[in-house]
T-cell receptor, first 117, second 110 residues
C-alpha cells in the first residue's frame, strides 16, 4: 500500500496570504490528524477528522481550519498567514473502523514545509 | 494545561549501549504515546501506553500513571535509532487536545 502523501512538499508564501495543504491517507484509513512542528513550539496537535467530521481539536486560532472529503482525503487551510506559521505540517492517518488516535497506530506523511516571508 | 517534560534533552551513545528516556506529565492522562522522528523528519508512532509495560523488539516502554511518568528503554542501540524521541499525552478534558514533550535527541555513534 502507498503511504500517507502530502502535497505540496515545500511552499513559500508571504504574510497575509492564505494556503491550503493536502493530505491523502493510506487507502482504507478513515481518520486523519494534522500537526504543526516549529523549532520554538515543538510539535503541536491541530485537529483530527473522521468520516468528514472534526473529532478533536487543538488550541489553535480560527485562522487554521480543515476539512475531510468523502474519500478521506483531507485539507487544511491557514488564512492571513503570519511569520510564526512557518513550520513543518504533518498529517497522519489511522486504520481501523473507528481509527482511534492512541489505540491504533498513526502513520505519518513526510510533511509540508511552509515558509512565510 | 497539562505540562509534559522529557529528559534528558540530549543523549549520545555508542552503538550497542542501552538507554532510558523519561517523560513526566503533570496531570492524569487517558492516553500516552511515544514517537520517533528520524534525522530526515519522518515521524513514527512507537507505542500507545497509558499504563503498564509494552515491548517491541529492542524497544520497551513503561508508564506508571499513578506517579505520572513514562520510560522508554532502548537496548543494544543502533545508529538507525538516532533521532528525536517524543512523548505525547491526551486528557479527557480540553477537547482531547494532545500535548507533546520537547523531545530527547538521541545520537548513536558507530
Amino acid at each position: 500500500k502507498a503511504g500517507v502523501t502530502q502535497t505540496p512538499r515545500y511552499l513559500i508564501k508571504t504574510r497575509g496570504q492564505q494556503v491550503t495543504l493536502s493530505c491523502s491517507p493510506i487507502s482504507g484509513h478513515r481518520s486523519v490528524s494534522w500537526y504543526q512542528q516549529t523549532p520554538g513550539q515543538g510539535l503541536q496537535f491541530l485537529f483530527e477528522y473522521f468520516s468528514e467530521t472534526q473529532r478533536n481539536k487543538g488550541n489553535f486560532p480560527g485562522r487554521f481550519s480543515g476539512r475531510q472529503f468523502s474519500n478521506s482525503r483531507s485539507e487544511m487551510n491557514v488564512s492571513t498567514l503570519e511569520l510564526g506559521d512557518s513550520a513543518l505540517y504533518l498529517c497522519a492517518s489511522i486504520p481501523g473502523l473507528l481509527g482511534i488516535r492512541g489505540t491504533d497506530t498513526q502513520y505519518f506523511g513526510p510533511g509540508t514545509r511552509l515558509t512565510v516571508l | 494545561g497539562i505540562q509534559v517534560e522529557q529528559s534528558p534533552p540530549d543523549l549520545i551513545l555508542q552503538e550497542g549501549a542501552n538507554s532510558t528516556l523519561r517523560c513526566n506529565f503533570s496531570d492524569s492522562v487517558n492516553n500516552l504515546q511515544w514517537f520517533h522522528q528520524n534525522p530526515w523528519g519522518q515521524l513514527i508512532n512507537l507505542f500507545y501506553i497509558p499504563s503498564g509495560t509494552k515491548q517491541n523488539g529492542r524497544l520497551s516502554a513503561t508508564t506508571v500513571a499513578t506517579e505520572r511518568y513514562s520510560l522508554l528503554y532502548i537496548s543494544s542501540s543502533q545508529t538507525t535509532d538516532s533521532g528525536v524521541y517524543f512523548c505525547a499525552v491526551e486528557t479527557f478534558y480540553n477537547n482531547n487536545d494532545m500535548r507533546f514533550g520537547a523531545g530527547t535527541r538521541l545520537t548513536v555513534k558507530p
